[in-house]
């Protein structure tokens, strides 16, 4: 039973700099590499490029951002947990969300350093499609596909 009682909900701009910092220490955990935008950078970029192909959503934890998601009907584009909140099924929670809203397909990319990552799109029902590096990063990653048809 889910025994953290966190909510998800659609995110608002006013968790912008909460949302980024946690976005950014879980990103530079998995990758073991610093951020390359500047925190102003990344705050525009939530506030404003993502909003228009991604729906985004948070999830708040006692009144604090734990997690985040922006997806489509098609695509996860990304997902984070806050790295004091991960094995707890916010990341589960959230992936399920954007397949509840998908068309049937999702695929998303994700580095190849991130085992954790992998282990947990694989345990998700996602396969690997493809590999490659062409990302701000140059960083090796994969892209997975989830779909319901069998």
Request: hydrophobic share 35%; charged share 25%; net charge negative.
């Amino acid at each position: 039973m889910n025994q953290h009682p966190y909510r998800i909900i659609p995110y608002d701009p006013k968790y912008a700099s909460e949302t980024v910092k946690m976005w950014r220490e879980s990103k530079e955990q998995a990758i073991g590499q610093k951020e390359i935008h500047s925190f102003e950078d990344h705050v525009d970029f939530i506030n404003h490029r993502l909003p228009g192909q991604f729906r985004i959503d948070i999830a708040i934890l006692d009144e604090k951002v734990v997690g985040m998601i922006a997806y489509n009907k098609t695509e996860i584009s990304q997902l984070y947990i806050h790295v004091g909140y991960q094995g707890i099924g916010i990341g589960e929670a959230l992936l399920n969300k954007a397949k509840e809203h998908s068309s049937e397909r999702l695929t998303l990319y994700t580095f190849d350093i991130n085992q954790k990552a992998q282990r947990f799109y694989e345990k998700h029902g996602f396969i690997i499609i493809g590999r490659g590096s062409e990302n701000e990063e140059n960083l090796p990653d994969i892209q997975y596909e989830w779909t319901t048809k069998k």
